[in-house]
């Protein structure tokens, strides 16, 4: 598709397009104009050629679109006047893809170039499996892991496997995680279409968290590559309002109020509350303020699509199983908010 090209069609069912055996890359955008000629070379220098690569840029006022015309002409480009969301682009991605997997790459992201190839074979050695998490390193310091597949805990915090561990190899074993990191993830197209894709509501952050839980519900496990992605971590950050600690918080709250039994209260305000001493003494109670009240103004909407629209296989009980969720044992990143 050309640059200048509208938002997508949902009034027709990607359920009854063909797809072909083949993995198509999406790549969000939003004045990434400095990380794309990394990622789209570290594509171009993949061992195996995805069918397609399509970039979805969300209102770019850097001149994304223009370099990707002038030099990356083989790129397809869907272009939005406005910013909505790195959830919704990733959508529109999903629905123009013409290939039955997904990669979803970050812009500050370089992949290694056997990335693409052991992802996708992996995952379709597991016809159980609707997504594959991979081994995220640091760009700026690779002995640094950023993420090796993500867990939800009964306090409503998200886990990133191996979160500023170095990298001494014990990361390196092929196996089952709870959900992936949508920063370098592949994907079973068909599977994220029938449950509706990303809940374009949450914007930024956690949507992945969010859509993995849902594959669990409805009985899909997620398995992790170790094939390395470089990320350079919080690329585009510092542009967002308030910060990923605002729309962290915000959408921790979206999740517990469509998905959490009124029993799992107890852990979520104990980490509520840890959350918001931990920013106090930080100096950053205002963005996580911002992001508590912006997600309660939600929580009605929450609550009416807490049914999903298929039927479920598994309980949340059982599809977000008990962890520790305070004390030592409880993990997560090496800070004082978890």
């Known amino acids: 598709m050309p640059s200048g090209s509208s938002a997508p069609d ?22 990434g ?31 994304s679109v223009e370099h990707l015309k002038t030099q990356w002409p083989a790129v397809e480009v869907i272009h939005w006047d406005s910013n909505r969301g790195f959830a919704a682009a990733a959508n529109a991605g999903f629905h ?27 995952l379709r050695s597991r016809t159980d499996a609707a997504s594959v998490a991979t081994k995220m390193l640091d ?22 496997r191996g979160r500023f561990h170095m990298d001494t190899g014990s990361y390196d074993t092929p196996g089952e995680v709870w959900s992936a990191c949508a920063g370098a993830a592949i994907y079973r197209r068909q599977p994220v279409l029938e449950l509706g894709g990303f809940d ?8 992945d968290v969010e859509l993995g839980l849902r594959l669990r519900l409805a009985g899909w496990t997620c398995i992790y590559e170790p094939c ?6 919080g690329g585009s950050e510092a542009a967002l309002s308030g910060g990923a600690a605002k729309w962290v918080e915000r959408n921790t709250i979206l999740i517990v109020a469509r998905h959490f039994p009124l029993s799992w209260l107890g852990p979520v305000v ?5 959350w918001k001493l931990a920013a106090i003494r930080s100096g950053t109670l205002t963005s996580y303020a911002k992001g508590f009240f912006t997600g309660c103004r939600l929580i009605g909407s929450m609550l009416r699509s807490r049914q999903l ?9 059982e599809a977000i199983p008990w962890r520790p969720w305070h004390g030592p044992k409880a993990g997560g990143h090496r800070d004082s908010t978890h």
């Not at 123009?96 to 992996?122: F, K, Q, Y």
């Not at 002995?143 to 886990?159: K, M, P, S, V, W």
């Not at 509501?201 to 956690?206: A, G, N």
């Not at 390395?228 to 971590?233: C, F, Q, R, T």
């Open 200 to 207: 374009e509501r949450f914007f930024t952050y956690l949507e």
């Open 96 to 122: 123009h893809a013409s290939g039955d997997l997904v990669a979803l790459i970050n812009t500050d992201i370089v992949l290694e170039p056997d990335w693409l190839r052991r992802a996708s074979v992996a």
């Open 270 to 274: 104990y980490r509520q509350t840890a």
């Open 228 to 233: 390395v992605a470089l990320h350079a971590g």
């Open 139 to 160: 760009m700026g310091d690779r002995t640094l892991i950023y993420d090796t597949g993500d867990f939800l805990r009964r306090d409503g915090a998200c886990e990133q």
């Open 33 to 63: 104009m400095q990380w794309l000629d990394g990622v789209l070379g570290s594509i171009a220098k993949q061992d195996m050629a995805p069918l397609e690569t399509i970039v979805v840029d969300n209102g770019s006022t850097d001149g």
């Open 10 to 31: 949902h009034s027709i069912s990607p359920l009854t397009a063909a797809t072909t055996p083949g993995v198509t890359v999406v790549i969000p955008n939003w004045n």
């Open 309 to 317: 629209a298929g039927p479920t296989k598994l309980t949340v009980q």
